[in-house]
């Protein structure tokens, strides 16, 4: 046995290793540095069991002769430069495999039939590399396999018949990882999904060209953890037998063209950690029920169409301590307090909704907080001065709003500020001078009301003529409620004559927009 793994070994593997003993059977010299060729001499010892040579810079093509050597069981040579193309006949020459990796290299060609022939194989590893061609049906004889890994290759040709396989590896009852993403397979979703073993824990067929329907019978597989169909062209609406999987822990089916609501069974998901379902024409409320997801870090919603106001069970779940993306929906109403909740939250998105009313000082609580986009919605009054308590902040965007006052002073303390966009307000007053201040790339104050001071670059007015309020601290500073609400009908008329037809708002959008301005001068009314 020669076993030199993780030592820093570089240079050529020394063709003179195939002089050793030809009852070596281990052969390990795992990441290291090595560089060059794999030696033909190698093929002398053929006893070798294991062959790892994963995780160096060698070069150059596989000698045909170590693919004679019928006595491997483990053959790993990932992560290296390797190319070339698999033998047709490997299965044959090497019937033994019980561990076949040649993931992260160049091989090029089709995966050969004859894998089939490899009865004992539990790990078939093909990932990253540039193998085409369709997968050949029969590796459903591989009745041990329990990984089959096929992702960022170059498979398929983005025809109906590309995943006809699927309908072999119903057979393999041992099978518990599935990874065939980032490729070109085509067609729909197989029925058969629902006949795969339930010891599967990931499934992954992301970034292909499938289409159609999620099948309903996906519900049977609840051994899941990881259910991967993200950057397809999926329809129709989410099975709500999804909620079935109660193992899941990360379910991602962004960037396709699912409609219709989120499940509320979902809410049956109390494993589930990450959520993405962004990048769709999701419609309705959020459902409720997703409060019983107690382990939630990342929730992903943006750009859909889901409406309502801004659901408060997010608030109540402390584990979100990544990501909540809800920007480019229809939400309305204001943000709820609660939203202080999350201190643990690192990033919060609600840009380009229908969101109204002032920004809560609770969100000075968020303390976690690195991004915050609150860009494109109705927001008035002024800007929290509590938000420069998120010392960690690298990103605040409150562009596009009804804001007034002034520019909270304390916002040039945060350090770690890089990207500020306070454009399309109505603020006033000084603006700032150092931290984020002092470099125009990192800011924009463009298009307020009555703005002065600030660097050179920014042309504005000298606060020295006392025309510009300077030292009243925002939260004493009342906006003005009607001059809101004229801005947010000016807003709305912005919006619906934009001249790209993309860019401007449907009848729908225009409906919800103009019922928020309606509870605004209402909730005026009656406080008058």
Known sequence: MIWMSYNNLSGEIPASLGNLSSTLTTLALFYNNLEGRIPNSLSRLTNLKLLALDANGLTGTVPSSLYNISSFEEFSLMNNQLHGSIPFDIGSTLPNLIYFSLSGNYFTGNIPSSLSNMSRLIHLQLQINNLVGSVPYNLGNLLSLRNLNLDRNKLGSGQANDLNFVNSLVNCTNLRIICLGINNFGGVLPNSIANLTTNLVELDLSENQIYGSIPLGIQNLQGLTKL?????????????????????????????????????????????????????????????????????????????????????????????????????????????????????????????????????????????????????????????????????????????????????????????????????????????????????????????????????????????????????????????????????????????????????????????????????????????
């Open 228 to 528: 991967i169909l993200y950057s397809n062209r999926l329809t129709g609406s989410i099975p709500p037998g999804i909620g079935l999987l109660q193992n899941l822990g990360l379910l991602a089916l962004r960037s396709n063209e699912l409609s219709g609501p989120i499940p509320f069974s979902f809410g049956n998901l109390t494993r589930l950690i990450r959520l993405y379902l962004n990048e769709n024409s999701l419609t309705g409320l959020v459902p409720s029920s997703l409060e019983n997801c107690k382990f939630l870090q990342v929730v992903h919603l943006q750009t859909n169409r889901l409406s309502g106001s801004i659901p408060k069970q997010f608030f109540e779940l402390p584990s979100l301590s990544i990501s909540l993306a809800l920007s480019d929906n229809l939400f309305t109403g204001e943000l709820p307090t609660e939203v202080g909740k999350l201190k643990d939250l690192g990033k919060l998105y609600l840009q380009r909704n229908r969101l109204s009313g002032d920004i809560p000082s609770t969100i000075g609580e968020c303390l976690s907080l690195t991004k915050l986009g609150l860009d494109g919605n109705f927001f008035q009054g002024n800007i929290p001065s509590a938000i420069t308590s998120l010392k960690g902040l690298e990103s605040l965007g409150l562009s596009h709003n009804n804001l007034s006052g002034i520019i909270p002073k304390g916002l040039e303390n945060l350090t770690t500020l890089s990207e500020l966009d306070l454009s399309y307000n109505n603020l006033e007053g000084a603006v700032p001078k150092q931290g984020v201040f002092r470099n125009a790339s990192k800011f924009s104050v463009r298009r307020n009301g009555k703005l002065c001071g600030g660097i050179p670059v920014l042309k504005l007015p000298d606060c020295s003529a006392g025309l510009y309020p300077t030292r009243v601290h925002p939260d004493d500073n009342a906006s003005d409620p009607m001059r809101n609400i004229l801005a947010s009908m000016i807003q709305i008329g912005v919006k619906c004559s934009s001249e790209l037809p993309s860019d401007r708002s449907s009848m729908n959008e225009v409906v919800v927009d103009v019922q928020a301005v309606k509870n605004q001068f209402m909730v005026l009314q009656c406080n008058q």
